[in-house]
């Protein structure tokens, strides 16, 4: 079974610094990764993705991921946020094949609060 | 391209009551996932449609049942409601087919209030 770890549930930034949001996993097979983002009373949005090849991926909004196989981690950067990044972000896996493909197993989530 | 359309955004029901979630995908997306979201257990995987056939489930009881039209829209279905079901209900479409990339586009949610 695959469980995703998100090993802090609130970051406070101030505007212009840098950000990492920490997301481990576990799982005994390969998987397919996520980031995703949940502003106040809406739906989630994806971020970036990470299916295989180059293990830096680049999502929208100036974020990047990190894919470290050996340390079973994909940690969320932003080498300088904005008060709009203000929101929860949520990593996620699954399976991604066959007829696993469709179901993601999300972490708790950490609260991004980027201060003036 | 429109996006995952959920109907209704907001819900007040009474306990013991039923309700009935709406669900359309992106046109051409064939999977249609539900996943309840609470403060206390956080993004849950509820049950996976693809096909109109349950392809997946979550560890949910009973009362949470699903459904999926030939024309890839899916139904959920609470019933006999109880406090504990008061949730932000996603839902997410994908093409999910053998081979390809599972990226999953969500609606705005459900949020369903059970007094």
């Known amino acids: 079974a695959q469980s995703v770890t998100q090993l802090d549930s609130q970051v406070p930034v101030f505007e212009e610094a840098p950000v990492e949001l920490r997301c481990n996993y576990s799982s005994s097979v390969s998987v397919y990764l996520f980031w995703y983002v949940q502003y106040p009373n809406q739906g989630l949005q994806l971020l970036l993705k990470?299916?295989?090849?180059?293990?830096l991926v680049k999502g929208i909004n100036g974020f990047e991921a990190e894919f470290n196989k050996s340390q079973t981690s994909f940690h969320l950067r932003k080498p300088s946020v904005h008060i709009s990044d203000t929101a929860e972000y949520f990593c996620?896996?699954?399976?991604?094949?066959?007829?696993?493909?469709?179901?993601?197993?999300f972490g708790q989530g950490t609260e991004l609060s980027v201060k003036p | 391209k429109a996006g995952v359309t959920q109907t209704p955004r907001y819900l007040i029901k009474t306990r013991g009551q039923q309700v009935t979630l709406s669900c359309s995908p992106i046109?051409?997306?064939?999977?249609v996932s539900w996943y309840q979201q609470t403060p206390g257990q956080g993004l849950q995987f509820l049950f996976e449609?693809?096909?109109?056939?349950?392809?997946n489930k979550g560890n949910f009881p009973g009362r949470f049942s699903g459904r999926q039209f030939s024309n890839s829209r899916s139904e959920m279905n609470v019933s006999t409601l109880e406090l504990g079901d008061s949730a932000l209900y996603l839902c997410a479409s994908s093409l999910s087919m053998p081979g390809m990339n599972t990226e999953a586009f969500f609606g705005q949610g459900t949020r369903l209030t059970v007094v």
């Open positions: 996620a896996v699954s399976r991604g094949i066959g007829n696993q493909g469709g179901k993601l197993i």
């Open positions: 449609y693809f096909s109109e056939t349950q392809r």
């Open positions: 046109s051409g997306h064939r999977s």
């Open positions: 990470y299916l295989s090849g180059s293990t």
